[in-house]
T-cell receptor, first 111, second 120 residues
Framework: KQEVTQIPAALSVPEGENLVLNCSFT??????LQWFRQDPGKGLTSLLL?????REQTSGRLNASLDKSSGRSTLYIAASQPGDSATYLC??????????FGAGTTVTVRA | EAGVTQFPSHSVIEKGQTVTLRCDPI?????LYWYRRVMGKEIKFLLH????????ESGMPNNRFLAERTGGTYSTLKVQPAELEDSGVYFC??????????????????FGPGTRLTVL
């Protein structure tokens, strides 16, 4: 059974600092890994998807890395802004389509 | 292009009543998924449709939950009779993914805003 862990559970940083969010999973037989953002009371917004054959994926200020063999992914957000305040979730997908989610990291960027 | 939509956004019902949640996926997406988050827990998979067929319903908690996707378009999730522990946020997602492509955008699951269900 896939277990997904996100550490830390919460993070508070001053504006401009880089953010590093960690995700670990127990079963390395994944098809892909997806990072999401959730704002309070809202749905999930897909940020990045990394295929199992990829090492990293970039979109603007966001960069996600994947080390499948060690069961880890890291989401980097450069030069954080108050608008980056949200909960960030990672989810892994096996060959079947169902996603297994972590509990999320709640980020607060202080102006 | 419209995203995944869900209706209603909130529902408050009494224990023992019936509730039906609706999801409209992104047009052209054959895959439709239901997930839920109950209080204090992670988001959990419920089931997966490919067009109108149930591909995987391993996450459905019990037979009080019934999902349908008639015609392979929108889907409904009915809870009958509702229990207190069914309270939570129910998310729907869709994707194009047919298992043959490794393009990221093809495999992404796009989520709706969720339906918050409260059972009193």
């Amino acid at each position: 059974k896939q277990e997904v862990t996100q550490i830390p559970a919460a993070l508070s940083v001053p504006e401009g600092e880089n953010l590093v969010l960690n995700c670990s999973f127990t079963d390395s037989a994944i098809y892909n890994l997806q990072w999401f953002r959730q704002d309070p009371g809202k749905g999930l917004t897909s940020l990045l998807l990394i295929q199992s054959s990829q090492r990293e994926q970039t979109s603007g200020r966001l960069n996600a890395s994947l080390d499948k063999s060690s069961g880890r992914s890291t989401l980097y957000i450069a030069a954080s802004q108050p608008g980056d305040s949200a909960t960030y979730l990672c989810a892994v997908r096996p060959i079947e389509y169902k996603l297994s989610f972590g509990a999320g990291t709640t980020v607060t960027v202080r102006a | 292009e419209a995203g995944v939509t869900q209706f209603p956004s909130h529902s408050v019902i009494e224990k023992g009543q019936t509730v039906t949640l609706r999801c409209d996926p992104i047009s052209g997406h054959d895959n439709l998924y239901w997930y839920r988050r109950v209080m204090g827990k992670e988001i959990k998979f419920l089931l997966h449709f490919v067009k109108e067929s149930k591909q995987d319903e391993s996450g459905m908690p019990n037979n009080r939950f019934l999902a349908e996707r008639t015609g392979g378009t929108y889907s409904t999730l009915k809870v009958q009779p509702a229990e207190l522990e069914d309270s939570g946020v129910y998310f729907c997602a869709s994707s194009q993914d047919d298992g043959t492509s490794t393009f990221s955008s093809y495999n992404e699951q796009f989520f709706g805003p969720g339906t918050r269900l409260t059972v009193l």
